[in-house]
């Protein structure tokens, strides 16, 4: 059984179709499936479903949603459905704990868990110096994604932060590949997919410099140049702030020629730390729905 939450909800059994249709109970698979592997608890299931209004038989209304959710699992993994059979193992498990629920899966059986860790490979292939390696692995994992996540489900609060976090990790392993396929000399492929990056979100400081960097190594300094001044007046205008200190140093050196901007040089000042942060119209995202302090 494969599970997806990267894009539309779907539940999947080699070729057949088992997602489920009722909304809450899609709900709460949702939930259940992109906090995998992680207790629930029976509180947070009822603020996604109903936030400040739930019914008066709350718990027994819950327990039936959870009841056919995993009689629809289970039938998903019977082998008369294609699911598990002689010689294989259930990749998925419904289980009931003291006040909560958890929905156990491998890495295999859900989309954003393998997401998540080829990130973490990736990363660690990007830190260790295997550059090519890094490049290929984060690729790998943002093919996984199918559109926006859970873009057919309509997000309570819980599964709202969710998926921010989910779409912060796909910005961050974004830029992760892009700094790798900069590293490997690549920056004239890069320039369309940065040009269309920065101008979808011109306050995305990390976007903004990478554009930089790459114009700057094509021989396109005035052009790298004008991209700071136009994610400057970006950044005034949208969130009222200056560039922050790392795009301005990295706009002082491309003004200076720095020795360290060369394709064969240590990373350029500033582009390290700006691909690790959140950006800061994202933080404010974050604030909103208590994701980040």
């Known amino acids: 059984m494969q599970i997806n939450v990267l894009g539309p909800l779907s539940v999947h059994v080699g070729q057949m179709d088992m997602t489920p249709t009722a909304p809450k109970p899609r709900r709460v698979l949702a939930l259940l499936a992109i906090c995998a592997n992680r207790v629930v608890r029976n509180e947070q299931i009822i603020e996604e479903l109903w936030e400040n209004s739930p019914p008066t038989s709350v718990t027994t209304t819950l327990q039936t949603y959870v009841y056919q959710l995993r009689k629809h699992l289970q039938r998903a993994l019977t082998p008369q459905s294609g699911g598990t059979g002689p010689g294989s193992a259930p990749t998925s498990e419904l289980r009931t704990f003291a006040g909560g629920y958890m929905l156990s899966l491998a890495p295999e059986a859900l989309d954003s868990l393998r997401f998540e860790q080829l990130v973490a490979q990736g990363r660690a292939a990007l830190e260790s110096g295997r550059t090519e390696a890094a490049a290929r692995i984060l690729r790998d994992a943002l093919a996984l ?52 990056l920065s101008a979808r979100q011109p306050t995305h400081e990390g976007f903004q410099a990478k554009l930089m960097l790459a114009l700057y190594r094509a021989g396109r300094r005035s052009e790298a140049l004008g991209v700071y001044q136009g994610a400057r007046k970006a950044l005034v205008a949208e969130l009222g702030v200056d560039p922050s200190g790392d795009l301005q140093r990295l706009h002082r050196a491309i003004l200076e020629g720095d020795p360290s901007l060369s394709e064969a040089g240590p990373p350029p000042i500033g582009l390290e730390s700006l691909a690790m942060s959140i950006p800061r119209q994202r933080r404010l995202e974050y604030r909103q729905v208590g994701a980040v302090q």
């Open 145 to 196: 994604w199918r559109g926006p996540a859970l873009v057919d489900v309509t997000p309570g609060p819980i599964l709202q932060v969710e998926v921010l976090r989910l779409e912060e990790m796909s910005k961050s392993a974004l830029e992760l590949r892009i700094e790798a396929d900069l590293l490997l000399g690549r920056h004239h492929e890069l320039l369309s997919e940065l040009v269309g």
